[in-house]
């Protein structure tokens, strides 16, 4: 019996569909460190508050004063804890006070974009809460775009220094990703 043309044709593109590139498929892990500057003070702040709780508060805790604070960020990122050191990028989102209770904790959603080095043009986007007293804090690392399309993973954030409200944090990044390209 005769295979029709047709039929063999369909088999031919739904083997080639079905074949993969080993490569973009093998999947790599990224390690980066870098420290971000949030500046809330001062005549260029990179954090603003763009909506706070409503003044009916009367209780003392300032944690609790502060709960429902949203601000929206675009920080530095740089090679080293000196605001003068090498800009990699940008870690650009919102984050709010999410606590009433006990811990200053915020709930980021952030994008960390890289605008030099290996990393240049890609970018990985963090959503988790942020214990930010606690000495380490993880977050987890959940897309990201270039080089991190496909991302998951976690960073370690660690308070380097702060002066009033301002604060310079260490990142310490491990990022799951393939290879893809375009």
């Given at each position: 019996m005769a295979v029709p043309s047709k039929l063999v044709l369909f088999i031919a593109v739904l083997v080639a569909s079905c074949t993969t590139d080993t490569e973009?498929?093998?999947?790599?892990?990224?390690?980066?460190?870098?420290?971000?500057?949030?500046?809330?003070g001062g005549p260029k702040p990179t954090a603003v508050q763009v909506a706070r709780r409503l003044s009916n508060y009367t209780g003392s805790d300032p944690i609790a004063a502060m709960f429902g604070s949203v601000s929206?960020?675009?920080?530095?990122?740089?090679v080293t804890p000196n605001p003068n050191s090498t800009v990699i990028g940008r870690a650009q989102g919102i984050y709010a006070m999410a606590s009433q209770h006990n811990e200053f904790s915020l709930l980021m959603t952030l994008t960390y974009g890289f605008i030099s080095g290996p990393y240049n043009g890609s970018s990985f986007s963090v959503v988790g809460r942020n214990p930010v007293m606690n000495e380490v804090r993880e977050m987890p690392i959940v897309g990201g775009t270039g080089i991190f399309r496909l991302a998951r993973g976690y960073c370690f954030a660690r308070t380097y220094s702060m002066y009033q409200m301002d604060a310079v944090i260490g990142y310490n990044v491990t990022i799951l990703h393939y290879n893809v390209t375009v």
């Open positions: 973009a498929l093998k999947l790599k892990k990224t390690h980066i460190q870098f420290y971000m500057h949030d500046i809330v929206v960020m675009d920080n530095p990122l740089t």
